[in-house]
C-alpha cells in the first residue's frame, strides 16, 4: 500500500478511527441480534469476530504510538 504524498499520520489515525467505530457499531448490533435470540448462532460469532478483530488491529496499533 503507498499512501499519496499529501496523507499526514493524523489522517490516517483518523481513517482507522473511524474503521474501528463501525466495527464496534457491528459488533453491538451483533451482540443485541443473539440476545434476542439466543438460537442465533451467527450473530454470536459475529459478535466475537468483531471484538477480535478489533483487540487484533489495536495491539497492532499499540506499537506505533508514543507513550502518554
Request: hydrophobic share 40%; proline share 1%; net charge negative.
Amino acid at each position: 500500500m503507498k499512501f499519496s504524498k499529501d496523507v499526514t499520520p493524523e489522517q490516517i489515525a483518523g481513517v482507522l478511527d473511524w474503521i474501528l467505530e463501525d466495527m464496534q457499531k457491528d459488533r453491538e448490533y451483533a451482540r443485541a441480534a443473539y440476545e434476542a435470540n439466543k438460537k442465533d448462532d451467527f450473530h454470536m460469532y459475529m459478535d466475537t469476530m468483531f471484538g477480535l478483530a478489533g483487540d487484533m488491529i489495536r495491539g497492532r496499533l499499540s506499537t506505533l504510538c508514543d507513550d502518554e
